[in-house]
């Protein structure tokens, strides 16, 4: 227990609040330690709204290339553009384009899509980090994110895209060690070392399976996610899952190891897959508190690990829930995931500034170690994905 201490004791220090803070950032820091607020806006009110953001993001990054600003920093304002993020924030504006026929919605997928053709390496690979970071190299994940928009670009749009998601598929299937774990290229922005929640870049694979089956990516996708197996613990833990800490993963990386393993189960339907998803999923719905707050890191043992709620993995964790609900028919995990979406939910302003209205801070409260101070594209993204999940289980023939 010393050491937990000692841990997360670093990790404050590591994240501790600059000298100077803005009003807004001192505002918004007075407003989350009062507490979560009472009223829950509901998922409709919060999807419409998240979108709105993500919009906006896209019309105000910093670099005003077509792709999505990676965040409103309540130090610095907007920031420039994210490729990774950018890259599967565009399934869902596709899906918001659809679902509410809205014209405006596809042509900010398609600006999306055209940016991320333009910034692709003649590899296929993509750049970790914003489009203005450095080193400028093609990364591993990064990659597999970005496949997600392109084949959802291809899948709604067609051969514009056909081309862009081939290299990218590609070059991480030959990218690949035997094993199925990816090593070659990873990212320069977080610790080294394996990363079993690449079963994301595994879903990336999967889908690029779909739109043009017969290249051997769908069987990449799954040697990385059996390799990723090999990492579970008997209670559905992954060693090796973490941008920073592994022995004290951020629920984002969490959600992102259970999505992988998800879909992999979705594509190939091997029973094994489900009940590894579910060894993950029972763990994380325990771990939630009847208000719905999930503690933004957890230990080995699934117990609390930080002080503040990580956003991102609150809804992530929501919507693989409810995945899980719907291949199961257990109540536990829909139950879970309505509590988790709730709370972040409250966390959410549908009014006020344009810079917040919609937008879903990395931590609640915002001092926290994850997205601190700033609202983040991807956690707007994923809100809205499992909160159209919730309101999907909620109808009447769900």
Not at 240 to 248: F, T, V
Not at 359 to 370: I, L, N, R
Request: hydrophobic share 40%; proline share 5%.
């Amino acid at each position: 227990m010393r050491t937990l201490f000692k841990k997360i004791r670093k990790i404050r220090n590591t994240f501790a609040p600059p000298a100077r803070l803005s009003l807004a950032a001192r505002l918004e820091r007075l407003s989350d330690r009062r507490g979560l607020p009472a009223f829950d806006p509901g998922p409709a009110a919060v999807i419409r709204a998240c979108t709105a953001w993500l919009g906006a993001a896209q019309d105000y990054s910093s670099s005003a290339d077509g792709g999505v600003a990676r965040d409103y920093s309540l130090q610095t304002g907007w920031s420039s553009s994210y490729p990774e993020t950018t890259g599967y924030i565009i399934p869902t504006m596709i899906a918001m384009a659809r679902r509410t026929g809205d014209d405006a919605l596809h042509q900010r997928a398609r600006r999306m899509l055209d940016w991320c053709v333009a910034i692709q390496f003649a590899d296929g690979g993509f750049q970790g980090g914003k489009i203005d970071s450095t080193p400028r190299v093609p990364v591993t994940f990064n990659t597999g994110q970005i496949l997600l928009g392109l084949a959802a670009g291809v899948a709604a749009y067609g051969a514009p895209y056909q081309d862009a998601m081939q290299r990218a598929a590609r070059w991480l299937r030959d990218s690949q060690d035997a094993d199925g774990c990816w090593r070659r290229h990873p990212t320069p922005f977080a610790r080294a070392g394996e990363k079993t929640y690449e079963t994301h870049v595994a879903w990336g694979l999967f889908e690029a399976d779909r739109a043009a089956p017969g290249h051997g990516y769908g069987a990449a996708g799954l040697r990385q996610v059996d390799w990723a197996l090999r990492q579970q613990h008997a209670n559905g833990w992954f060693d090796s899952n973490c941008l920073d800490d592994p022995s004290l993963p951020l629920t984002h990386t969490i959600g992102y190891v259970l999505r992988g393993l998800l879909e992999a189960h979705r594509f190939s339907t091997r029973a094994d897959l489900l009940e590894a998803a579910m060894r993950t999923g029972a763990s994380i719905a325990s771990a939630v508190a009847a208000d719905g707050y999930l503690a933004g890191r957890l230990d080995c043992a699934f117990q609390p690990a930080a002080g503040y709620a990580c956003l991102t993995g609150s809804v992530q964790n929501a919507h693989c829930l409810f995945l899980l609900y719907q291949l199961t028919g257990e109540r536990r995990y829909l139950d879970a995931g309505r509590r988790l979406n709730s709370f972040v939910r409250r966390t959410i302003s549908i009014d006020g500034p344009m810079h917040a209205r919609g937008g879903v801070k990395g931590a609640f409260p915002v001092d926290g170690d994850y997205g601190q101070w700033s609202y983040l594209n991807w956690a707007a993204k994923f809100c809205i994905d499992a909160n159209l999940l919730e309101l999907e289980l909620a109808a009447p023939d769900a």
